[in-house]
């Protein structure tokens, strides 16, 4: 490859945007204590407690979608008719 296979991309060092990990405010939404739902749903309290303080910076996907499991039967158990699905815990945004 030469620098001209990249000619309309725009650097890494340019873009503003990055991915964003939004379990606090799905938590606070859901009025939902992290700590209850790490014991609830078998995940390690430390793991939701970075993910929470977007301070994982390469979280699991087994750990996602046991997350997502967890949300999906909390709204089951709680009457919410809602589905979660991997959009609802991370978004791409703007950096801060």
Do not use: C, W
């Amino acid at each position: 490859m030469d620098k001209n296979d990249y000619e309309g991309t725009v650097p890494m060092s340019i873009r503003k945007k990055q991915v964003v990990i939004t379990l606090k405010d799905l938590f606070e939404e859901l009025q939902l204590s992290p700590n209850h739902f790490a014991t609830e749903y078998k995940i390690r309290p430390n793991t939701i407690y970075k993910m929470v303080h977007n301070q994982s910076p390469r979280p699991p996907l087994e750990t996602l979608a046991e997350i997502l499991n967890g949300l999906n039967d909390h709204a089951d158990k709680n009457g919410l008719d809602r589905s979660f699905d991997i959009s609802d815990i991370l978004k791409y945004a703007e950096k801060k």
